[in-house]
C-alpha cells in the first residue's frame, strides 16, 4: 500500500489495524502514476493490481480477474466493472483510446444522444453490453490488473503525468505492444469517484486533467499530423480548460473532467 502523503491519520490506523500490511509511505505527494510506481516496485506476485484509495471491492472480484489472467494468457492487463455509490455504471472502466474526433464527440456528449452507434459512442463504448466480458482499448486505473510479464517488457506508468491519463497511457503502450486488455464485468468494485484530491484542489486538478490530455496527444498522436493540426488541437484543449475552470468557479460542486456517467 502506498500513502501519497496524506494529512489525516490513515497511516497510523493501517499500521495498527493491518500489522502485515507493507506501507510505503511519501512525505507528499507525488502524484498518481509515481505512487503507483513505487508500490509496483516493492510488490511481487505474476500479477500487479492498482486500486484507489476510494474504492470498494465487492466479494469474489479480485479472484474473478486473476482467474480470467491464468486462463489468457494473451491478456496483458484487465479489470473489472466500476459502480457508482448508486450501482450505476461508470463507463470509463472500459473505453476505446481517446482520439482526437472520439474527445470531439464525447466532449459534445454525442454518446448520450447515440449510446448505439460506434463512432459517437467510441470513446465509452456505450455500444457495448456492459454486462458482458469484452475486449476494450482501456480500463479504468481506479482498479487495473496488469501482467507482470507485461510491467517487465514494457515499464512502469508514465510519471509525466500527474493525476490522470495514465492509465490510459499504459493501456495504450500495452496493446500496441501487442497484448490484450478486456472488461471483465463479472468482478465488481465501487468507486466513490471524486471524495480525494479533486474536491481538495479542484481548479488545480482541473488543469491537470488538461494537461493530461496534452501529454497524451503529444505523445501517442502529434507525429501523424503537420504543424497547424496539432496547433489546433492544443489551441482546443487549453480552451476547453479555461471554460472548465471558468463554469466551476460559478458551480458549488467542483467537477474535474467530466461526471462519472
Known amino acids: ?13 493501517v ?30 506476485g505474476r500479477y500487479v493490481l ?27 492487463a484487465c479489470g473489472p466493472k466500476v459502480l457508482n455509490r448508486d450501482g450505476t455504471i461508470q463507463h470509463q472502466c ?4 481517446p482520439t482526437p474526433m472520439s474527445a470531439a464527440y464525447y466532449f459534445m456528449r454525442l454518446h448520450k444522444l447515440f449510446p448505439k452507434s460506434k463512432r459517437f459512442g467510441h470513446y465509452l463504448l456505450t455500444y457495448l453490453n456492459s454486462d458482458e466480458i469484452n475486449e476494450v482499448d482501456a480500463v479504468s486505473g481506479a482498479c487495473m490488473m496488469v501482467r507482470r510479464q507485461v510491467i517487465d517488457q514494457l515499464g512502469l506508468m508514465d510519471e509525466d503525468y500527474k493525476m490522470y491519463g495514465e492509465d490510459v497511457d499504459w493501456c495504450y503502450r500495452i496493446k500496441k505492444a501487442g497484448w490484450k486488455t478486456y472488461y471483465v464485468p463479472q468482478a465488481r468494485i465501487v468507486h466513490y469517484g471524486g471524495q480525494t484530491s479533486s474536491t481538495i484542489r479542484p481548479y488545480r486538478n482541473i488543469w491537470e486533467f488538461h494537461r493530461s490530455m496534452v501529454v497524451f496527444y503529444k505523445k501517442h498522436y502529434s507525429a501523424n499530423h503537420n504543424f ?9 484543449i487549453h480552451v476547453k480548460a479555461m471554460i472548465n475552470l ?15 456517467p
Open 1 to 13: 500500500m502506498v500513502d501519497n502523503g496524506s494529512e489525516d491519520k490513515s497511516t497510523a490506523i
Open 15 to 44: 499500521k495498527e489495524t493491518f500489522p502485515d500490511v507493507r506501507l510505503v509511505e511519501n512525505g507528499r505527494n507525488e502524484g498518481f502514476a509515481k505512487a503507483n510506481n513505487k508500490g509496483i516496485r516493492a510488490s511481487t
Open 50 to 76: 492498482c486500486l484507489n484509495n476510494d474504492t470498494v471491492v465487492l466479494p469474489g472480484a479480485l479472484g474473478i480477474l486473476t482467474d480470467f489472467m491464468d486462463h489468457h494468457p494473451d491478456v496483458g
Open 94 to 97: 472500459k473505453r476505446g483510446f
Open 228 to 236: 497547424f493540426i496539432n496547433s489546433l488541437i492544443y489551441a482546443g
Open 246 to 260: 471558468g463554469v466551476n468557479l460559478l458551480r458549488k460542486e467542483k467537477v474535474v473532467g467530466s461526471r462519472k
